[in-house]
């Protein structure tokens, strides 16, 4: 869908709010049947369009990375073409993907020193700026971190061969002599050794001999590990972000942030170290970075305090004191034993326009004015309807889920997931809010919604337990499923596209 006339992003001139999406149906990919038991090792951890949007890779938990292509303007590679494609969706058509190859990028291994198993499990996907036809994204593990070159091969056959294998015979590995003479030179006395074969000339010989031809009739894509990038993070690592000068990229752990040069796997630069000199010290860690679109020497990065902090890599080679603070200050009245937990960040994301900067808690969505740091400009209420049962929460360790978030390419909307495979998409500056859930009829549950008359959230919210990791919360009559959970999603960076991971299913939707 284009781009709304006279629309722009929070903190603009217009204080216009972006108009009401309708969401429908594109596609699905590796959709479970009912009843069917999901796999651990199928479940994916990771999802990300490329920077044009016309392909889309995705992590699981058993290491192998997957990716999609684009097909609807796969032969539209001018910008010409594509605007005149972006207008046939807006029209009624829909993008549509289709698989294109997978690969194992991670193994599970066993730290002998730490005696630490380490999980095959894919953390995070980055893409890489394309090059010679040839795509290229980062993958990381919890300790590894991978560059994989992935590229189209043609499969050359032979043609036109002098041998026409229906006039051989096969024969145990003997020697095939000529003993006939031919019309254009032969030899009856010379030997030819045709492993296998009893080769028969035609009657009267070859009128002519011809060339073999080389022939492409076949395309196959490979994937290859150009770079390995490990032994640099104690800790786990949570984030990896490329760097728009298409040179470096970061990875963060728990209390550090190492700069890294595609080119160079053997040295890393600690460009923020949070670990205090006493760990009995440490009262937050580092849960999320993200270098800024297009400034190459800024980035950001959030702390389990839920704190925000926007760092210049030209100011200092450590960058731990010189950060700009982003702190939504909290009244010490409304402070409990969970007020921190659930003001953890656990996922950031810079705006196109390069001006806002959006984060994801357990209970909200925020999206900040990256030149104003008293607050946020927008507050978004995700799990407003939880706040009563955080108890429970922390004992079945919901309370610890990361959801990730996403922006519209024109970032008048933003998104993230919820329980019960639910995603929630709301518009910037009071632009309203659609809940939907990833299946084929994505407006199911609110119409089930609609039809069940409203009641007071007190005496309708009650936990039932399920077993230890399946818990059921009601809400105003609407079951909340905490087993099913909607963490990961990305935003197709041009259009109103969206893809979500539920369990092992990818869910494609578009405006």
Not at 5 to 27: H, M, N, R, T, Y
Not at 279 to 307: M, R, W
């Amino acid at each position: 869908m284009p781009d709304n006339e006279g629309e722009e992003a929070v903190g603009g001139e217009k204080d216009s709010s972006p108009i009401p999406l309708e969401w429908k149906f594109s596609q699905v990919f590796g959709e479970r049947s009912a009843g069917e038991e999901v796999q651990e090792v199928d479940i994916i951890s990771a999802i990300e369009f490329n920077k044009t949007g016309n392909y889309l890779a995705t992590g699981d938990k058993g290491g192998r990375v997957v990716l999609f292509e684009r097909m609807d303007n796969k032969d539209h590679r001018n910008e010409i073409d594509l605007d005149l494609e972006r207008h046939d969706h807006s029209m009624g058509q829909h993008p549509e993907f289709r698989y294109k190859t997978e690969f194992q990028s991670h193994e599970p291994e066993f730290d002998y020193l730490k005696s630490l198993e380490i999980e095959e499990k894919i953390n995070k996907i980055r893409w890489c700026e394309a090059s010679n036809g040839s795509l290229f994204l980062l993958s990381t593990n919890d300790k590894t971190i991978k560059f994989w070159k992935v590229l189209e091969k043609k499969v050359k056959k032979i043609s036109e061969m002098n041998i026409d294998s229906s006039h051989t015979v096969a024969r145990p590995s003997t020697l095939a002599s000529v003993r006939s003479p031919i019309s254009n030179g032969g030899s009856t006395n010379i030997s030819y050794n045709f492993p296998g074969i009893e080769f028969k000339y035609p009657p009267g010989g070859f009128p002519s001999l011809r060339l073999p031809v080389v022939t492409s009739n076949e395309t196959n894509t490979a994937a290859m590990c150009r770079r390995v990038y490990a032994h640099a993070h104690d800790y786990h690592i949570n984030s990896i972000a490329t760097n728009s000068d298409g040179e470096t990229f970061i990875s963060a752990d728990d209390l550090r942030i190492n700069l890294w040069n595609l080119e160079n796997n053997s040295q890393s630069f600690n460009i923020v170290d949070a670990k205090p000199s006493n760990i009995e010290d440490l009262t937050e860690v580092i849960t999320s970075a993200e270098f800024h679109p297009t400034q190459c020497n800024t980035l950001a990065y959030s702390s389990s305090k839920g704190l925000i902090r926007l760092i210049d890599l030209r100011q200092s080679a450590l960058n731990d004191n010189n950060a700009q603070l982003f702190e939504e200050r909290n009244t010490q009245s409304s402070r409990s034993f969970f007020t921190e937990i659930i003001a953890s960040i656990s996922n950031i994301k810079f705006s196109r326009n390069e001006r806002h900067l959006l984060s994801r808690d357990y209970m909200t969505l925020k999206l900040w004015d990256i030149n104003m740091n008293s607050g946020p400009v927008e507050t978004f209420q995700v799990h407003e309807y939880l706040k009563p049962k955080l108890c429970d929460l922390y004992e079945n360790d919901s309370i610890f889920d990361k959801f990730e978030c996403c922006l519209s390419g024109d970032g008048l909307r933003v998104a993230t997931g919820s329980y019960s495979n639910l995603f929630r998409v709301f518009g910037c500056n009071s632009g309203g809010e659609t809940t939907l859930e990833a299946s084929k009829n994505p407006t199911r549950t609110l119409e089930q919604n609609s039809v069940k008359p409203g009641r007071s959230l007190s005496n309708l919210t009650r936990v039932i337990r399920r077993g230890t990791d399946n818990t059921i919360i009601e809400v105003n009559g609407t079951s909340y499923d905490f087993s099913s959970k909607l963490l990961h999603m990305a935003w197709h960076p041009t259009e109103n596209s969206l893809a979500c991971a539920a369990g092992n299913s990818l869910y494609m939707y578009y405006a």
